[in-house]
């Protein structure tokens, strides 16, 4: 047919070699069916595979591989509310990857995960100061679907016996991650003035959030005293007690010298109520010990939040948080010895900075203080 055509250059083709060309061009077409694009075709998959009933994980496992092969999964764990990859981001790789998490547990951590990824991206945006009102919004959207499922997913573990200390465990992941990322926003409000005003809301609800979840877990531990016998609830406050214990000495060991106030000041009031909860066990306070210990718990991963977000800030927005004056440090006791009760303790000294506590921090403290005093 090229022979033809070229034959033609200088003339009009008649109806006979019109059809023929037309003809030929059908054919080829046939046989070379045009195909869509690769994402178009992915999206395809997702939708047809991921939104049915049956198939929804292994769907998801192949269309995620298939979004990592691209690159585009990848690219999109960074993006930020406003960016062209964020629809990515929060439609179609986080719910792949919540499709994973099928036990009521393994959702409410995947929901904590949640409403830290919103957070972060709203300190992120606010250091750069570029948190429109538009990308809040969003941010605040996303929080509380987070916070909302999460609730349903902890009522749901709570309807079982026997679950009172994961409930409480739970809980205190997610206040933690409300309470640290609450105190970086009260800071950056401070350090960029002219993101104060669209912030606040954010801070605010977060703020709500964590008191809430301090008294929700409050009354999961006192529900550990009736979830089984006396023996069972010694030995899950040891757990926890050495649980703890790691956690805190874990904190010690890594807390930066430049690390905040807020991290240092977290790290003080950890040691504090592991020290509480170490002599209400010792005086079969069991329920008093594992309220303390659970606050404990979540002070030290408060302070551990605040030091990788604040690296975070320093590394993209140049931005760092309050150092701890090294005027106020002292030497807190990391207790090593077993739980028993009777044991004496040794201890190895760790310079953890004092500090006026923060706003942020003081109204949930003086909450939970106010059931010990």
Known sequence: ?????????????????KTYIRTELRDFMRKNPARAPFHLRLFDII????????????????ALVLVAGTGTAFAAQGALPGSALYGVKVNIEEPLQGAFATSPVAKANWNTQLAARRLSEAVQLAAQNQLTPQAAATVASGLNTATENFDANVAQIATSTNNAMTVATLASNMQATLAANTQVMTEISTAVPDVAEVLAPIVSNAQERSIALNNARTQFDAAVQSDGDQGQIQAAV??????????????????PSSASTTAYWHAKQAQEEMQSGQQNLDQGNYAAALESL??????????????????????????RLPDASSSDSFSTTSATSSVDANATTTSSSTPIATSTPPAATSTQRSHHRGRHD
Do not use: C, K
């Open 1 to 17: 047919m090229t022979d033809e055509m070229r034959d033609h250059n200088d003339g009009a083709f008649s109806e006979h070699e």
């Open 47 to 62: 939708q047809r595979g991921v939104f049915s009933p049956g198939l929804q994980l292994a769907s998801g496992s192949l």
């Open 238 to 255: 040891r757990a926890q007690l050495e649980d703890t214990r790691r956690q805190i000495n874990d904190v010690a060991q890594t807390l």
């Open 294 to 319: 659970q606050a404990a718990s979540v002070e030290a991963r408060a302070a551990q939040l605040n030091v990788s977000i604040g690296a975070q800030l320093a590394n993209a927005a140049g931005i």
